[in-house]
């Protein structure tokens, strides 16, 4: 089993940036990509941005290069730079990782708060 801790979601003005942190702890030689989703009341999930094992990314449409997805090659470390935020852009964000064995919805950390308003 893959377990996942976020940290770094904060309040901030819009403009501003947040980093936030996952940490992977178990089988990780099991993950295939890491990545983070995002979420709002009585909103779907949405894709952030995922990292493969190969080194390839997917985005969401709406980062418009303001987000950058990075960690090691390892998968045991994933982070998410965020700048450039805006209002639209709060939502409880969940790191995510995929594994062999789960390779559709994968494996969920607890979420962490990020707020931007002024």
């Known amino acids: 089993q893959v377990q996942l801790v976020e940290s770094g979601g904060d309040s901030v003005q819009p403009g501003g940036s947040l980093r936030l942190s996952c940490v992977a702890s178990g089988t990780t030689l099991t993950v295939t990509a890491m990545g983070w989703y995002r979420q709002t009341p009585g909103k779907e999930r949405e894709l952030v941005a995922l990292r493969y094992r190969n080194g390839l990314t997917d985005l969401g449409t709406f980062v418009k290069g303001r987000f950058t997805v990075s960690g090691d090659a390892s998968m045991t470390r994933n982070y998410l730079q965020m700048d450039s935020l805006e209002p639209e852009d709060s939502a409880v964000y969940y790191c995510?990782?995929?594994?062999?064995?789960?390779?559709?919805?994968?494996?969920w950390g607890q979420g962490t708060q990020v707020s931007v308003s002024s």
């Open positions: 995510n990782a995929k594994t062999y064995s789960n390779a559709r919805d994968g494996i």
